[in-house]
């Protein structure tokens, strides 16, 4: 079993709890919240399912990077925190972890990102061992709005 955690638990987080409890060589290691709210709160309640999974959700980073896992599913916002969630990032894959995200759109493009946010990434790779897939979804404009507007403007076929 993957020892799986899962950082985050707006819309990708929650799909990603689900993911995680699905796959049958994932092990739902930890889930980590920011809102003071969630702590506490089990795993399963927080991705809308209907059963408990026996995972109560952290704000303790730091404990939940310690036991070493293996992947991280970090679905926090970068958005709005990009700075901190690029630090989140580079923690985890400081601590050995496979990260995958799709929060740190800069790194999408791993060659063209810029120097000042891959070094970094780069350095934790070397340091701890871990990884880094950016991928995703970019939910509310470019994957979904701005295709029906540049579609809508283009003249139709002759």
């Given at each position: 079993?993957?020892?799986?955690?899962?950082?985050?638990?707006?819309?990708?987080?929650?799909?990603?709890?689900?993911?995680?409890?699905?796959?049958?060589?994932?092990?739902?290691?930890?889930?980590?919240?920011?809102d003071p709210a969630k702590v506490g709160r089990d795993?399963?309640?927080?991705?809308g399912l209907d059963r408990g999974l026996g995972v109560?959700?952290?704000?303790?980073?730091?404990?939940?990077?310690?036991?070493?896992?293996?992947?991280?599913?970090?679905?926090?916002?970068?958005?709005?925190?990009?700075?901190?969630?690029?630090?989140?990032?580079?923690?985890?894959?400081?601590?050995?972890?496979?990260?995958?995200?799709?929060?740190?759109?800069?790194?999408?493009?791993?060659?063209?990102?810029?120097?000042?946010?891959?070094?970094?990434?780069?350095?934790?790779?070397?340091?701890?061992?871990?990884?880094?897939?950016?991928?995703?979804?970019?939910?509310?404009?470019a994957n979904d709005v701005l295709p029906l507007l540049?579609?809508?403007?283009?003249?139709?076929?002759?």
């Open positions: 079993m993957i020892s799986t955690v899962v950082w985050g638990t707006g819309n990708v987080g929650r799909a990603a709890i689900r993911a995680v409890d699905a796959h049958p060589a994932l092990e739902l290691a930890a889930v980590v919240v920011h795993a399963g309640e927080l991705a109560a959700a952290t704000d303790d980073v730091e404990a939940v990077l310690a036991a070493r896992p293996r992947a991280v599913v970090y679905a926090a916002s970068g958005d709005i925190r990009p700075d901190e969630a690029m630090a989140d990032v580079i923690r985890a894959i400081g601590a050995g972890a496979v990260v995958v995200t799709p929060s740190l759109y800069a790194l999408y493009d791993k060659v063209g990102a810029p120097p000042e946010l891959r070094d970094p990434v780069l350095a934790a790779v070397a340091a701890g061992g871990g990884s880094l897939f950016v991928s995703g979804v970019d939910p509310g404009w540049v579609s809508g403007s283009a003249p139709p076929w002759t």
